[in-house]
């Protein structure tokens, strides 16, 4: 079944829930045979299937502090996110619906950097290889408490302004 998908193109999100007693068992079994061999604490998973979402989450979010994870827990992924990002956009090229040479702007018109030359010109090809010419490695940290997320979402809004 293909991926739901809006007017304009983009996935529909509001693919319907479903509680996490609809995860596979044998996927959760799998999980936790993983996070034994790999000595992980928790983990948050999901599953689309079929046009419906599944979660849930197995462990405690931090051995020092530990809190039960569930499906909606946040973690923070770092550079796992260059793969993924990395795998699809590699996807919709060989469906040919992009090319690693097109322009952002093709596919996100609002996309903006300080400089505007470049925000014209950077293709995806340059962002996946890490060769648009902004530092893009900054990382501070917010700690752990529940107010944690926030200022960092604010500071990657303003990268994108």
């Not at 993983?34 to 197995?58: F, K, N, P, R, W």
């Not at 530990?66 to 795998?87: C, E, H, N, R, Y």
């Not at 018109?109 to 950077?122: G, I, L």
Request: glycine residues 8%; hydrophobic residues 40%; proline residues 7%.
């Amino acid at each position: 079944m293909p991926i739901p998908t809006t007017n304009d193109g983009s996935i529909d999100v509001k693919a319907p829930l479903l509680p996490s007693h609809r995860v596979d068992p044998a996927l959760l079994d799998q999980a936790r045979v993983e996070m034994q061999h790999d000595g992980v604490s928790g983990i948050a998973l999901g599953v689309y299937h079929d046009g419906c979402v599944a979660t849930a989450g197995l462990g405690v979010t931090n051995v020092l502090h530990p809190q039960p994870v569930g499906g909606d827990t946040l973690f923070q992924i770092a550079s796992i996110t260059k793969t993924f990002t990395a795998t699809a956009i590699l996807q919709l090229v060989e469906q040919g619906r992009l090319s690693l040479n097109d322009p952002v702007r093709a596919h996100l018109p609002q996309f903006t950097v300080a400089d505007a030359d470049v925000s014209a010109a950077v293709t995806i090809r340059d962002c996946l290889t890490h060769s648009c010419g902004w530092e893009g490695d900054f990382y501070e940290d917010p700690g752990w408490g529940d107010d944690a997320l926030a200022p960092s979402s604010h500071e990657w809004a303003n990268w994108f302004r």
